[in-house]
């Protein structure tokens, strides 16, 4: 086995088991003792993704589901009927405040909006967290969850990025870092979605202010944003769209078609600039659709053909014209995408894994290059559930890497409130240098009393 194909498969599994051991020993994280259960927390118990979190980590045989958490209370009495032994409550805070001794690790499957505010309670409780994705909603919050993971190194994190199981999606990272295709001369992403009228409002429409259905809690779903009149439309499922409480499609695909370019190139740490351009202008309500983003990385690596390594990211099935790509003509696999031009070919990949080699107008399948590893089923609910437990296992993605998958995609979504403008984006500072007005309005939220994010120290 190539040297960076076994160092890499070391960080991801023996490193992260090792640093809770050493950190719980430092009284940083409650150990969870190898042969007991995990006491899980899920907050967002059904929704679009919520029960099959809950579901798959039910299944692990070392999984207690302990406690059910959601401002929707049928959807909390359908999870209740499956879990009778796990206390319920509708505000996340009860959970902590009243139950915090029976739970070792949260699920966090929320509308994006109350992400970082659910997670951050949760890693300043010691507690072991997923994330659903985007792992927040605002620019600044990223630079909390990156000082929290340093703080709480023992603490398991993972990014609901299930994707990552597929072996042709983890194969083409170690092609790419690997070098196997030669030095890298950029990036592209690209998702069919918002496509859908039951998960997005396509019409950009809102209704007229109405009661709240009775078995939603309105006032705790709005958790950290301004306090305004329920509309039809916007919960459960339709706030995607919605600027205040979703990330639009591009957010929603983000972890699933970036990640494999910034899992392989850890030099691509932040970007310097990104540029969004949109057909339609923006509407203070509802994010933009159709766009096309650029984030340029400034590099020095020989990984890469050039100082400067652009991802083209894009939504609504705006595909890149393949000859842009190197390809020949014909038809994409799918329509949400990954690939990476190469000096010495092109990397394709669907979201599912399917994963394509183009050399001089000829493909050959991605998983049969030499010099890759077997590439063991895994399992990403469970290899977190593990990995709390102390046990080895290859983990995909935690906080770490997640924070930079979630940055490039905000920047991608949130740059859309200034189409065709390139921002030169300072993480340092958390700022946009030639743009005061997109420092002032796209980079972070004034949090509703009681709902803050806490400061993990």
Not at 303 to 310: I, M
Not at 316 to 321: I, L, V
Not at 367 to 395: F, I, Q, S
Request: glycine fraction near 6%; charge should be positive.
């Amino acid at each position: 086995m190539n040297h960076w194909v076994s160092r890499r498969r070391f960080l991801h599994t023996a490193g992260a088991a090792g640093v809770a051991f050493a950190s719980s020993l430092r009284g940083q994280t409650p150990a969870v003792a190898a042969n007991s259960k995990l006491r899980v927390l899920c907050v967002g118990v059904v929704g679009t993704i919520g029960k099959t979190d809950r579901k798959q980590l039910a299944a692990h045989p070392a999984v207690e589901i302990a406690g059910l958490c959601d401002v929707d209370s049928r959807a909390l009495a359908e999870a209740a009927a499956e879990h009778p032994k796990a206390f319920t409550c509708r505000d996340y805070r009860e959970a902590f405040a009243k139950h915090g001794e029976k739970f070792d690790a949260v699920v966090v499957a929320t509308p994006d909006h109350s992400h970082a505010p659910i997670v951050l309670t949760a890693m300043e409780a010691r507690k072991h967290v997923y994330g659903q994705k985007p792992l927040v909603h605002q620019l600044a919050e990223i630079r909390m969850i990156e000082e929290a993971v340093a703080v709480r190194p023992g603490l398991m994190t993972q990014l609901g990025n299930q994707r990552m199981d597929n072996a042709g999606r983890r194969a083409a990272v170690d092609i790419l870092r690997g070098k196997m295709l030669g030095k890298a001369l950029a990036g592209y992403a690209w998702v069919n979605s918002p496509n859908d009228r039951a998960y997005f409002n396509l019409d950009r429409k809102l209704a007229a202010p109405s009661a709240p259905p009775a078995n939603l809690d309105w006032d705790l779903w709005l958790g950290p944003c301004p306090t305004v009149p329920y509309r039809d439309g916007i919960a459960p499922v339709v706030w995607r769209s919605l600027w205040e409480y979703g990330s639009n499609g591009m957010g929603d695909w983000g972890c699933h078609v970036l990640d494999v370019i910034l899992f392989a190139y850890d030099e691509l740490v932040s970007p310097a600039t990104v540029i969004t351009r949109c057909e339609k202008v923006a509407n203070p309500a509802f994010h933009a659709h159709p766009c096309k983003s650029t984030l340029t990385y400034q590099v020095k690596s020989d990984h890469f053909a050039k100082p400067e390594f652009p991802i083209h990211y894009s939504d609504s099935a705006q595909a890149p014209p393949r000859a842009e790509l190197g390809l020949p003509d014909g038809r994409y696999p799918d329509t949400n995408m990954t690939a990476v031009v190469c000096e010495g070919g092109t990397l394709v990949l669907t979201a599912d894994g399917r994963l394509e080699i183009w050399r001089e107008g000829k493909m050959s399948s991605g998983l049969k290059m030499p010099g890759l590893p077997e590439y063991p089923r895994m399992n990403h609910w469970h290899a977190w559930v593990d990995n709390c437990l102390g046990r080895k296992a290859e983990l995909r993605t935690p906080f770490k890497e997640a924070a930079r998958i979630t940055e490039a995609t905000l920047l991608a979504v949130k740059a859309a409130r200034f189409p065709n403008q390139e921002l030169r984006w300072d993480k340092a500072s958390l700022s946009f240098t030639n743009s005061p007005e997109a420092t002032a309005s796209i980079v972070r939220r004034a949090y509703r009393d009681g709902f803050a994010p806490p400061h993990v120290a």
